[in-house]
C-alpha cells in the first residue's frame, strides 16, 4: 500500500456502529455510576473540531463518547499500559488511530489531519497518558494539530471516573460529571525552530488552562493558581514512556 492511501481517512466512518455503542456506553454508565452532563448547548454542529479532555482513567474515552452525539475519530496511544486488558476492547471495536509512545508518530498525526480537513471531529487527550490524577503538560501533538488544521477546539473536563469502580465494589454508584466548555481558537503558529516550538507550547499551556476550568480546583495540577498543588504537581509530570517508546516499524 502507498504511503499517501495509508493517510486518508474518510470521515465519517462506521456511522452506524459507532452510534450503536455509544448508547450502549450510555446505558452502560446510566447503571454503573450516577451521571451528570453539564454544558451539552456548548457542541457545535459540526466540525471541524479537535475534543480535548483530561487524562485520569482508562475509561476517559468511553466518557467522551458518551457526552458527545458525533462519531468521533479518536488519536491514542497504541498500548493502553494503564488498562485492564478487558477494558481493551472497546477502542478496538469503535477504531482509532493509533500513535506509537516515544517516536513522532507522523503517519498517525497525517491521518488526524486528514480527518479535520474534511471537517471532521477528532478526540485527543493531550497529556498523552492517564499515569496521574491531577492535569500535566500537553504533549506536542494536540497544538500541533490545532496549529496546522486551524480547527477549533472544544474542552471537556471529566471528573469522577476514577471511583466509578471502586465506588462499584462497596455496593455504591459513584458521582461522575463530564462538563462542556465552550468552544475556542483557532491557533496559528508561524515561525520556525525555537520560535515555532513556543508558540506551540502556548497553545498547549492554552488549551490545558480551558481544561482546567472545568475540573475540580484541587485537580487543576500543573495549571492551579495554588502553588502547593503546582509543586506537587511536578512530581507527577514527566512523561512516562519519553525512554520507553513502542518499537514498532510503523512503515510496515
Not at 479535520?116 to 497529556?127: S, Y
Not at 477546539?153 to 455504591?172: Q, T, Y
Request: charged residues 30%.
Amino acid at each position: 500500500m502507498k504511503r499517501t492511501e495509508r493517510i486518508k481517512v474518510d470521515y465519517p466512518r462506521r456511522r452506524v456502529w459507532r452510534g450503536f455503542l455509544r448508547q450502549v456506553v450510555r446505558a452502560l454508565f446510566a447503571i454503573l455510576a450516577d451521571v451528570q452532563v453539564v454544558g451539552e448547548e456548548n457542541l457545535p454542529d459540526e466540525g471541524p473540531l479537535l475534543v480535548v479532555a483530561n487524562h485520569f482513567s482508562f475509561i476517559d474515552p468511553v466518557a467522551v463518547i458518551a457526552a458527545t452525539p458525533w462519531p468521533l475519530e479518536f488519536i491514542g496511544g497504541f498500548r493502553m499500559p494503564n488498562a485492564p486488558t478487558w477494558t481493551t476492547w472497546l477502542p478496538q471495536l469503535w477504531g482509532y488511530l493509533p500513535v506509537y509512545r516515544g517516536t513522532t508518530s507522523v503517519d498517525a498525526l497525517r491521518m488526524a489531519e486528514h480527518v479535520l480537513k474534511q471537517d471532521g471531529i477528532l478526540g485527543i487527550f493531550p497529556e498523552a497518558g492517564s499515569w496521574a490524577d491531577v492535569l500535566r503538560p500537553a504533549r506536542p501533538g494536540t497544538a500541533f494539530l490545532a496549529a496546522r488544521t486551524e480547527a477549533r477546539i472544544l474542552p471537556i473536563g471529566l471528573s469522577g471516573l476514577n471511583d466509578v469502580f471502586p465506588a462499584l465494589g462497596e455496593g455504591r454508584r459513584a458521582r461522575v460529571t463530564l462538563r462542556i466548555g465552550k468552544p475556542f481558537g483557532p491557533f496559528k503558529a508561524g515561525g520556525r525552530g525555537r520560535e515555532r516550538r513556543r508558540k506551540l507550547d502556548r497553545i498547549g499551556d492554552s488549551i490545558m488552562n480551558h481544561i482546567a476550568e472545568l475540573i475540580p480546583p484541587e485537580k487543576r495540577g500543573l495549571y492551579s493558581e495554588d502553588k502547593t498543588l503546582r509543586e506537587a504537581a511536578e512530581k507527577v509530570a514527566d512523561y512516562p514512556w519519553a525512554d520507553k517508546p513502542d518499537y514498532i516499524d510503523e512503515r510496515k
